[in-house]
């Protein structure tokens, strides 16, 4: 699993969710350093996000590894996780304005939702197939991780149960919904759990899906 680059908001310490921001050059040279690290792999699918920022880190990769003809499925179900009406805030300007503590719970704790926007985002562009009945107004990672984990359960599994390498180039919040579903960690504990951009963390798993190693450094 890859984070993408830095974008153009992190570049900016800002919230960003579902907002479709590119990469900065720093997290276009990230990218390439991700797939220098995943040398030597064969994925045999690559899962993205239906954002920009994920899609051009996975293209970066895919062409870097020469695997451009793998086939890639890019899911709403990946996106970052929706930051409501924090999306496009400085987050050094919103712990001025609610409090470290505060700003620590929106954006690690599993349960807690940030302020949501008044209306949903319209759909257009990457959203333009679904229904404003499910665009959500802001999401917890709680919220995330229900429409996170069956993407994984459903696309992801049943392929690493038949032995084939796969690749998730995704985001932050995405990235620690599954991390907490494939090790099993604790609605409390995952507020520890940092993904950094561009570093790839690999699972090495035996035929059951139980994990053998892990690249992955806790705190
Ligand atoms: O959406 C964002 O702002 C970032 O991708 C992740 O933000 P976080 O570090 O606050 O989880």
Redesign the pocket.
Known sequence: MV?HGE?T??ALN????W?NVGLTQEGIIQAHVAAKKLQGFEFEHVHTSVLKRAILTAYIIQDDLNLNYVPITKSWRLN??H?GAL?GQN?DATRREFGVEQVHL???SFYAVPPKLDHADPNVGPYKYYDARIMPLAESLYDAYQRIVPYYVDQVAPRLLDGKDQLIVA???TI?ALIKYIEGISDQDIDGV?VANGTPLIYEFDKKLNILTSNRQSK
Do not use: P
């Not at 800002?14 to 969710?17: A, F, K, M, P």
């Open positions: 984070r974008s908001a992190n800002q919230y960003t969710g907002n970052e996780r930051y999306r987050k929106w954006r690690r985001h932050g919040s620690r940092e």
